[in-house]
């Protein structure tokens, strides 16, 4: 029972750390277009090499 005192805490913070993780990534913008790699991978032209 002495280590449910320990895991119970241990596992809320970690809890806490991954839910302000993913706040992080909604703030800074990282699922802004989903739809545009779905479109991307389909296309036939290779991006491999950047634009002039």
């Given at each position: 029972?002495?280590v449910?005192?320990?895991?119970?805490?241990?596992?809320?913070?970690?809890?806490?750390?991954?839910?302000?993780a993913?706040?992080w990534t909604l703030?800074?913008?990282?699922?802004?277009?989903p739809?545009g790699d779905?479109?991307?991978i389909?296309?036939?032209?290779?991006?491999?090499?950047p634009q002039?």
């Amino acid at each position: 029972m002495e280590v449910l005192a320990l895991l119970i805490p241990v596992s809320l913070v970690l809890g806490g750390v991954g839910l302000a993780a993913f706040f992080w990534t909604l703030r800074s913008r990282q699922y802004d277009d989903p739809e545009g790699d779905a479109r991307r991978i389909l296309r036939d032209e290779w991006d491999d090499r950047p634009q002039p």
